[in-house]
């Protein structure tokens, strides 16, 4: 009689040794934010993954627009090119009113390349750019001291 019954862990008349309730309750708050916590690092680093192949992959479909985009602008130029030669009758003159175009746009791109460069010498600009030059200066003198304690 002495000996408690099979499955019956406390002894009969003993003190009870059950927990409360809250802190079962706050085992699996623990239990369900590690879960939460873990899927949250799956889905980053799913993430990560998408961004590092996306990258590339806008790489390679940037240098295929620009292909696509400097063949477009072939088959145009050539359009334009045999509506001068059968608007003039010729194809030498339609060649050289097409150099002509090309050398005037030529010329507004340069005109304004050049006014967006004097933007850049404005003195606040100037200034602003010397602080940014000074800046990454500093940062890779510093950098560069890191790497060679390393």
């Known amino acids: 009689m002495d000996n408690p019954p099979p499955g019956d862990e406390t002894p009969a008349g003993g003190?009870?040794?059950s927990m409360p309730a809250w802190v079962d309750d706050l085992r699996r708050l623990g239990k369900g934010?590690?879960?939460?916590?873990?899927?949250q690092l799956k889905l980053a680093s799913a993430e990560l993954?998408?961004?590092?192949?996306?990258?590339?992959?806008?790489?390679?479909?940037?240098?295929?627009?620009?292909?696509?985009?400097?063949?477009?602008?072939?088959?145009?130029l050539a359009l334009v090119g045999w509506a001068l030669a059968q608007w003039f009758g010729s194809w030498a003159w339609a060649l050289a009113a097409l150099a002509g175009?090309?050398?005037?746009?030529?010329?507004?791109?340069?005109?304004?390349?050049?006014?967006?460069?004097?933007?850049?010498?404005l003195p606040a600009t100037r200034a602003e750019l010397a602080t940014l030059?000074?800046?990454?200066?500093?940062?890779?003198?510093?950098?560069?001291?890191?790497?060679?304690?390393d």
């Open 101 to 121: 175009i090309q050398v005037i746009f030529l010329l507004l791109a340069i005109l304004v390349f050049r006014h967006a460069m004097r933007w850049l010498t």
């Open 133 to 149: 030059a000074k800046q990454a200066a500093a940062q890779g003198k510093a950098e560069g001291e890191l790497r060679e304690r």
């Open 15 to 17: 003190p009870s040794l």
């Open 33 to 39: 934010l590690k879960n939460l916590f873990a899927a």
């Open 49 to 76: 993954g998408l961004a590092r192949s996306g990258i590339v992959l806008m790489l390679f479909m940037g240098l295929a627009a620009i292909t696509f985009a400097v063949g477009l602008g072939f088959t145009l």
